[in-house]
């Protein structure tokens, strides 16, 4: 199995805040990586795919980047609706695989 | 706009067999180059894909369930299908149902909680 390795596990930052996070593969998937977002309660929402592609829709504070093992996550201007947990996917191999997740808070 | 949804029991007892099924709407789900799967979220954990299906009935598990999981297709009623046997406590989850569409999950059911408790 790809292990997916997301860090940090939980970040606290102000509205405003650039945010960043990183997902590192365990081996190299290209740029099959997606970031999916996941409010309490809801299912995950598709964010960004094949690393950096901004989905329909998703506002343009949100972008990925990276190919390989390392991909980064980041919001630009951090909104109170962006409260969530934070998740990157690999579609390189079987089985499809996920980071652990990071949880995003307003300080 | 594809809709999906969960249905079956809430509750199930330890060493039996979890039934689940999606409900496809919006879409056929023989339409399309997508596979169905079955993805499963424990309470403040993670989430972990647990197998799918093509229309055609060709499947996938992942290896780490894949003595216990069918995952099974019926497109007469654009419905998939998830059967996990011999559950145990730590199979207590919220699953969802989800259409891949290469290379990504696209769209979701809301998820629905299964408790395994006697």
């Known amino acids: 199995d790809i292990q997916m390795t997301q860090s940090p596990s939980s970040l606290s930052a102000s509205v405003g805040d650039r945010v960043t996070i990183t997902c590192q593969a365990s081996q190299d998937i290209s740029n099959y990586l997606n970031w999916y977002q996941q409010k309490p309660g809801k299912a995950p929402k598709l964010l960004i795919s094949?690393?950096?592609n901004l989905e329909t829709g998703v506002p343009s504070r949100f972008s990925g980047s990276g190919s390989g093992t390392g991909f980064t996550f980041t919001i630009s201007s951090l909104q109170p609706e962006d409260i969530a947990t934070y998740y990157c996917q690999q579609y390189g191999n079987l089985p499809r695989t996920f980071g652990q997740g990071t949880r995003l808070e307003i300080k | 706009q594809v809709q999906l949804q969960e249905s079956g029991p809430g509750l199930v007892k330890p060493s039996q067999t979890l039934s689940l099924t999606c409900t496809v709407s919006g879409g056929s789900i023989s339409s399309g180059s997508y596979y169905w799967s079955w993805i499963r979220q424990p309470a403040g954990k993670g989430l972990e894909w647990i197998g799918r299906v093509s229309s055609s009935g060709s499947t996938n598990y992942n290896p780490s369930l894949k003595s216990r999981v069918t995952i099974s297709v019926d497109t007469s009623k654009n419905q998939f299908s998830l059967k996990l046997s011999s559950v145990t406590a730590a199979d207590t989850a919220v699953f969802y149902c989800?259409?891949?569409?290469?290379?990504?999950?696209?769209?979701w059911g809301q998820g629905t909680l299964v408790t395994v408790s006697s």
């Open positions: 989800a259409r891949e569409r290469f290379p990504l999950f696209d769209y």
């Open positions: 094949y690393a950096s």
